[in-house]
C-alpha cells in the first residue's frame, strides 16, 4: 500500500496504519473481480468471524487468499490477508452469486434519477446515522467532504454498501469523484450502463 492512499489519511498521523474497513473492501473487490470472470455477480451477504491479527504500515504488499465454499454452508468462503506469508486479517465472507445474462440483469435497466438519488441518501443517512435529515431534504449538490464532514471512512463504508447494492466496482481512486449524492449518482449510472 502507497503512504499517499486516501485510506492512510488520518489514521495515523505520524503512524499511519491501513483501517480495518479498508482491508475488508479490498477482500471484497477481490471477490466481485474472482465472480465478474465466471460470469456471474457477487453480492455480500455478511462477514463473520473476522479477526485482525495485526496493523498494516504503509509500503506493505497484501496478498489475499479465497478459499472454497464451506461444507457446512455452500455460501460461506473463508479469507485470509497476509503481509510476507504472515496473516494480518481473516475471517469468512457469506456470498450469493447470481449468473444471469444480460437481458436479465437489472444492473442494465436504466435507473431513475430521482429514485437513484433518493437511495443514496438513505444509504449515506443510515450508514453514516445522520440525523434531522431525510432522504427528501438531503441536498444532491451538498459537498459530502467540505460541507457534511464526511471522513474516508465513512466514505468507505458508503461505498461498501454502494457496490454491494449496484453490483458495480468502485476503485480507491475514483473516490474523488464522489463528492456529492448528485456525482455519486451520476458516477453509478455510467458505471450501469452498457458500452
Not at 437481458?103 to 444509504?123: F, G, S, T, V
Not at 449538490?141 to 453490483?167: F, H, K, N, P, R
Amino acid at each position: 500500500m502507497d503512504v499517499a492512499s486516501l485510506w492512510f489519511s488520518g489514521h495515523f498521523p505520524g503512524e499511519p496504519i491501513l483501517p480495518g474497513i479498508a482491508i475488508l473492501s479490498m477482500v471484497a473487490e477481490a471477490f466481485r473481480r474472482q465472480g465478474s470472470e465466471k460470469g456471474g455477480r457477487i453480492t455480500i451477504k455478511g462477514i463473520r468471524k473476522v479477526r485482525f491479527r495485526r496493523p498494516v504500515r504503509p509500503d506493505e504488499t497484501l496478498s489475499i487468499s479465497v478459499s472454497s465454499a464451506t461444507a457446512d454452508n455452500g455460501h460461506a468462503y473463508p479469507f485470509k490477508v497476509a503481509v510476507k506469508g504472515h496473516p494480518v486479517c481473516t475471517g469468512v465472507m457469506e456470498l450469493k452469486i447470481n449468473f444471469t445474462g444480460k437481458e436479465n440483469d437489472k444492473r442494465m435497466e436504466k435507473i431513475d434519477q430521482k429514485a437513484l438519488i433518493h437511495r443514496i441518501a438513505e444509504i449515506i443517512i443510515f450508514e453514516l446515522k445522520l440525523e434531522d435529515i431525510t432522504k427528501e431534504t438531503f441536498n444532491p449538490d451538498l459537498d459530502l467532504v467540505d460541507e457534511l464532514g464526511v471522513d474516508s471512512m465513512d466514505l468507505a463504508t458508503v461505498v461498501l454498501v454502494l457496490q454491494d447494492e449496484y453490483g458495480i466496482a468502485i476503485d480507491e481512486d475514483d473516490y474523488p469523484k464522489l463528492g456529492s449524492i448528485r456525482k455519486i449518482a451520476d458516477y453509478i449510472q455510467k458505471k450501469l450502463t452498457p458500452a
